[in-house]
């Protein structure tokens, strides 16, 4: 019978109820004094090795017990998230988005994200069937974020029905047109966890779907 099998018995397992072939922090010095008491008395274990194996052991044990804190802690910031997130249902949120929900009487607000100057900056309004609604001008325009508001109205001056309209930007940026990112206010509807990713997303209206994380600001 080996050394192990004096100590442990002919299957390897700890009080703990870890498997047979898991060791636990007492099964391990156990198998320790068991080496110490069986080793060839003309070859003894030397004691750098005999400290390195317990450095060792107290360094796994320790980064597991570490790793044990840390998901208490990722658990504990996550669900704080989630909570925090659900607060902002029924709020609208600034997302990067082409898509606008148009409510008849209310006004669309955005935001344009220039990284350099650019010129003759032109907002193109379309509705679900691909018209043009509405051209604004906005001009020339410096880097930065600029706010812009749509107020429902169409080149005709007429009040545009309410429903799911597309807005792009273009304008010229060192003598090329360019298309201009925008962002879009839109009304969270309801937040959702994915519990694989840990990862809180915004549900809107219009049925767009958007990590926490891209959120720029809300009202």
Known sequence: MNAIEQVFGPTV???????????????????????LKNQDPSNPVENGEFLGQIAQFSMVSGIDDLGTSFDGIASSLYASQAMQAAQLVGKQVLVESDTAIHTEGEQVEGLLEIHNTAENVTLHIKDSA??????????NIAPGMHPFKWDGMDNNNELSASGEYAISAEGLVGGELQALPLHLFSTVESISVDRSSTNVVAHLEGGASVPLSYIREFK
Do not use: H, W
């Not at 700890?14 to 198998?31: H, I, M, R, T, V």
């Not at 691909?130 to 001009?139: E, F, K, N, R, W």
């Open 13 to 35: 397992g700890s009080a703990s109820g870890k498997s047979n072939n898991e060791l636990g922090q007492e099964d391990f010095l156990k198998l320790l004094v068991a080496q």
């Open 130 to 139: 691909g018209s043009v609604v509405q051209t604004i001008a906005l001009g």
